[in-house]
């Protein structure tokens, strides 16, 4: 994900009537997908993963919640003058006066380094096509991967994330001591405060007696509280109450999908919905010990690009029943090493 991204969409936030068509048509001119909004609940969930913002004087106040690092392109009608103060404060870094100084900005929105900034810490949701694709253990084995990551499970009524790797007497806090409130707390006393498992993947998962569930505005505190410290991967099943929460917050969602007829069936129509919710989509084939269909097959009926298999993996589930995942299995190494390949660029 560090690689430039060419084709990450432009957010026109433009409530001006007067500039608002030629900023729809700069955008055009790029190449690059537009998402045309004015909603302050719209702008905060696309932030993280377009190119960048354009927004006028009535959009520009929004962007002081938005993260740090969001792209912001400030417009003016002409004649102008440019509220160079409202500009400012928006962290717009370039303010132009269109039509007059529209080529200015088209040159900016095409240069190849205008991308989504979630570098080398990316969130990555990982979603099974079918029940017991192997989610847990492959998220699980991602953020050990990736060496310092945080590590989420949002399903609150299953063994948990932590028990699979043997990590369920450690001390620290669960989803029940999480507040509701979805307001930032400092990454370092948030990750500080979480049970750990080698070499640094914090977890966060429920209690073995929780009777609720992860709300939405604890899961986005927690996650906008640690983006861009670590990598992220949040463990969600297809069905969860949180499934739109868990994508919206992802830059990528790896799809893992069993080699099995009706598992195939229900990602081809996960993808389209993963796709209008403008988030990147992967698939991981997940072999089984007979497979009707094949990497190819699987691939054009989904329509998602397959990274990566992962195959059986004898002996991990007396490895897990006896104390937990220890390590990175084997024969996930190569697997996880394609998905970083096109995770990392």
């Not at 160079?84 to 404060?89: G, I």
């Not at 977890?203 to 505005?217: F, G, H, Y």
């Not at 991967?233 to 999908?257: G, K, P, T, W, Y």
């Not at 598992?263 to 993963?274: F, G, H, K, M, T």
């Amino acid at each position: 994900m560090n690689t430039p991204h060419p084709s990450a969409p432009v957010l026109v936030a433009v409530a001006n009537l007067t500039i608002h068509p030629e900023a729809l048509h700069i955008v055009a001119a790029t190449g690059r997908e537009c998402i045309d909004t004015t909603d302050p609940r719209e702008i905060s969930r696309h932030a993280h993963r377009v190119a960048a913002m354009l927004v006028d004087a009535t959009t520009a106040p929004h962007m002081a919640s938005l993260p740090p690092n969001t792209r912001v392109m400030y417009l003016e009608p002409e004649p102008g003058p440019i509220d160079y103060e409202k500009a400012m404060k928006s962290g717009a870094e370039l303010a132009v006066i269109v039509p007059a100084q529209s080529p200015e900005l088209l040159k900016a929105l095409g240069r190849r380094d205008v991308a989504p900034r979630a570098g080398k810490y990316p969130v990555i949701a990982v979603i099974g096509a079918a029940g017991g694709a192997g989610t847990s253990t492959l998220c699980a084995a991602l953020a050990a991967d990736y060496r310092e990551a945080l590590l989420i499970d949002t399903e609150h009524f299953s063994g948990g994330i932590d028990l699979l790797l043997g990590k369920e007497d450690d001390l620290g806090i669960r989803w029940d001591d999480v507040p509701d409130s979805g307001e930032k707390v400092p990454a370092s006393e948030l990750l500080a405060s979480l049970p750990c498992v080698e070499p640094n993947v914090r977890i966060l998962a429920a209690t073995r007696d929780s009777v609720t569930r992860v709300a939405e505005q604890q899961l986005r505190g927690v996650v906008e509280s640690v983006r861009g410290t670590c990598p992220i991967i949040i463990d969600v099943q297809r069905h969860h109450v949180l499934l739109e929460s868990c994508v919206d917050l992802a830059d990528l969602v790896v799809l893992l999908v069993p080699a099995e007829i009706r598992s195939v069936a229900a990602a081809a129509q996960l993808v389209p919905w993963l796709r209008r919710r403008k988030v990147d989509v992967v698939g991981v084939l997940r072999e089984r010990a007979w497979a009707s269909v094949d990497r190819e097959e699987v691939a054009r009926v989904t329509g998602a690009d397959i990274v990566a298999t992962v195959p059986t993996i004898k002996g991990l589930p007396r490895e897990v029943e006896l104390g937990g995942m220890a390590t990175i299995p084997r024969a996930l190494r190569r697997p996880l090493a394609q998905l970083r390949s096109h995770i990392d660029g």
